[in-house]
C-alpha cells in the first residue's frame, strides 16, 4: 500500500466517485468506465467494441445493495493498483492500430481482469470479466 512519503499521482483515479458510491452499481460502474476506457485505447475495434457491450450490460443490471464500506476500500486499493499497473500510463493512441490492435493491448486486458475480479461484484465478474477472459485467452 502506499504511505505518506510516496510521491504518486491519483489524478487519473477516479477516487472521488468510489467513495460517494452508495450502492454495489455504482462502484461497478466505476470499474467497468475504467475498464472499457483502457481497453479501448489499446485492443482492436472488435475487441473494444465487445467489452464495451460488456461493461455497459453489466451495470444495466443494477445491483441495489448497498457497497460496503470493505467493498469501496477494496475497490480503490485495486484502481490504485490496476493505475500503478501499466494501465494509467497516458499513450497517446494511434489510430492504424484500431483495426490491428496494439500489442500493449494483451497487457491492459490482462490487467483489466484482474482489475474486475478483484473489485468487481460477481454480477461485473460475470459479464465483463467474461468477456475479458475471453479476449484475453484469444491474444494468448
Same mark, same amino acid.
Given at each position: 500500500?502506499?504511505?505518506?512519503?510516496?510521491?504518486?499521482?491519483? #489524478?487519473?483515479?477516479?477516487?472521488?466517485?468510489?467513495?460517494?458510491?452508495?450502492?454495489?452499481?455504482? %462502484?461497478?460502474?466505476?470499474?467497468? #468506465? *475504467? %475498464?472499457?476506457?483502457?481497453?479501448?485505447?489499446?485492443?482492436?475495434?472488435?475487441?473494444?467494441?465487445?467489452?464495451?457491450?460488456?461493461?455497459?450490460?453489466?451495470? #444495466?443490471?443494477?445491483?441495489?445493495?448497498?457497497?460496503?464500506?470493505?467493498?469501496?476500500?477494496?475497490?480503490?486499493?485495486? %484502481?490504485?493498483?490496476?493505475?500503478?499497473?501499466?494501465?494509467?500510463?497516458?499513450?497517446?493512441?494511434?489510430?492504424?492500430?484500431?483495426?490491428?490492435?496494439?500489442?500493449?493491448?494483451?497487457?491492459? *486486458?490482462?490487467?483489466?481482469?484482474?482489475?474486475?475480479?478483484?473489485?468487481?461484484?460477481?454480477?461485473?465478474?460475470?459479464?465483463?470479466? #467474461?468477456?475479458?477472459?475471453?479476449?484475453?485467452?484469444?491474444?494468448?
Amino acid at each position: 500500500m502506499y504511505g505518506p512519503d510516496d510521491n504518486i499521482d491519483f #489524478s487519473s483515479i477516479p477516487w472521488q466517485l468510489l467513495i460517494r458510491a452508495r450502492y454495489a452499481y455504482e %462502484v461497478d460502474a466505476v470499474i467497468a #468506465s *475504467i %475498464v472499457a476506457r483502457q481497453v479501448t485505447a489499446f485492443a482492436p475495434t472488435n475487441v473494444a467494441h465487445a467489452v464495451t457491450a460488456a461493461a455497459r450490460e453489466s451495470v #444495466s443490471g443494477a445491483n441495489r445493495e448497498h457497497a460496503t464500506p470493505e467493498a469501496k476500500v477494496t475497490a480503490l486499493s485495486a %484502481v490504485a493498483d490496476y493505475d500503478d499497473n501499466w494501465c494509467g500510463t497516458p499513450y497517446p493512441h494511434h489510430p492504424h492500430f484500431a483495426e490491428l490492435g496494439d500489442p500493449l493491448s494483451e497487457v491492459v *486486458i490482462a490487467q483489466s481482469l484482474e482489475l474486475v475480479q478483484r473489485a468487481g461484484s460477481e454480477e461485473l465478474q460475470k459479464t465483463l470479466g #467474461s468477456a475479458l477472459a475471453d479476449h484475453a485467452a484469444a491474444l494468448v
